[in-house]
């Protein structure tokens, strides 16, 4: 059985860091590409980062430069350190796993899904 298990949310006031992480179980973690989304209050679900097998990294224009994806293969564990939070980064984040080779930001393309975290920014 997969299990995606996200946490490191909270409340944090615009400017500063947060680390999420989402501990893997139930699957090859290593050959999966991995992606974090997030879904705002009213909005609808959208992609935020993914990091692939090889380690390749794709980000959405919005947090480019701000947001960092990382994976741990020998602890089955992807990261999204977050960086000079803004308040529009208000959202529950979810982490995602998927079999696709090529980088994917389409959520219909993913496979697993945690449950989620909210991370609620404060201006």
């Known amino acids: 059985q997969v299990q995606l298990v996200e946490s490191g949310g909270g409340l944090v006031q615009a400017g500063n860091s947060l680390r999420l992480s989402c501990a893997a179980s139930?699957?090859?973690?290593?050959?999966?590409?991995m992606g974090w989304f997030r879904q705002g209050p009213g909005k609808e679900r959208q992609f935020v980062a993914t990091?692939?097998?090889?380690?390749?990294?794709y980000y959405s224009d919005s947090v480019k430069g701000r947001f960092t994806i990382s994976r741990d293969n020998a602890k089955n564990m992807v990261y999204l350190q977050m960086n000079s939070l803004k308040s529009e980064d208000t959202a529950v984040y979810y982490c995602?796993?998927?079999?696709?080779?090529?980088?994917?930001?389409?959520?219909?393309?993913?496979?697993?899904w945690g449950q989620g975290t909210q991370v609620t920014v404060s201006s």
């Open positions: 995602a796993a998927t079999t696709r080779l090529g980088i994917t930001a389409s959520q219909s393309e993913y496979d697993y």
């Open positions: 139930g699957l090859t973690f290593s050959i999966y590409q």
């Open positions: 990091i692939r097998r090889s380690n390749s990294t």
